[in-house]
């Protein structure tokens, strides 16, 4: 009896085992979970989007770039494919304002896309069109890169692309005024 007893409890406990083994394979995810944007609101990690405009040559190329951090928003605007800064503009932010930036852009899914290398470059992409650029920065490192395009073709971002363009460009008090001779969209 006690034999018995015993083949059966170690027969539940094999049992047992291999349901939370199957259970953890079953729920083990591939993809990171990206943790949430409001995370970063009182870091010294930046959110960046970058138009690029279409290929052209270097002296008509266009470029423009809006960063935003938890202490100020900045606009660059670039010149040719080596980036010679044609003008630039720096505005206050602030801690509260930045983390509603970051909530809405998590809203309109700025963490979403396919981190796969084979899709990573833009260069070259809807050559007559704009490219978009989106970045989390924390220093020189790229914590996040994605990219999106006015052609409709974007391997990379899987987020709203004009949600978040808007939502940058309204970080730009006189985003229209400066940007008023520059080639993107």
Partial sequence: MKFLIGFLVSIGLLIL????????????????????????????????????????????????????????????????????????????????AYADFLRALDLAGYTKGNSDKSVSDERGVCPTGTRYVMGIKNGDTDVQRFWSSTCGNSPSFKGKTTVVRSLFIAQIPDYADLTNNVDVQ
């Fill in 17 to 96: 085992v291999f349901i939370l083994i199957f259970r953890g394979a079953a729920n083990h995810n591939d993809q990171p979970v990206p943790k949430p944007l409001v995370d970063y609101a009182n870091s010294s990690t930046v959110m960046q989007f970058t138009f690029e405009g279409p290929v052209s040559a270097d002296q008509t190329h266009d470029e423009v770039r809006i960063t935003v951090s938890d202490v100020e928003t900045a606009i660059e605007i670039f010149q040719g494919y080596q980036n010679h800064v044609v003008s630039s503009r720096t505005y206050a932010n602030n801690s509260a």
